[in-house]
């Protein structure tokens, strides 16, 4: 994860980041928040965001197209 997560943010928008690391968070399983926040540095509440998003569903935003 940590090697995917140093790879992968300095190229993505806060939503971006905000999604993959939940779509990491979620994919690691039981303490998959924690371990995305300890490499990513991001806050626990930023990733229980993306979560909800990822799971109610994310409209197509044109602003970040």
């Known amino acids: 994860m940590e ?3 140093k790879m992968m943010l300095p190229q993505l928008n806060e939503k971006q ?4 690391l939940a779509s990491e968070a979620i994919t690691y399983g039981r303490g ?6 300890r ?3 991001v806050s626990r509440n930023t ?5 909800k998003e990822l ?6 935003d044109r602003r970040t197209a």
């Open 39 to 41: 490499h990513s540095g």
């Open 17 to 20: 980041r905000r999604l993959y």
């Open 32 to 37: 998959g928040i924690a371990e995305a926040m």
């Open 3 to 5: 090697a995917r997560i």
């Open 47 to 51: 990733i229980k965001r993306g979560i």
């Open 55 to 60: 799971e109610k569903g994310i409209e197509n």
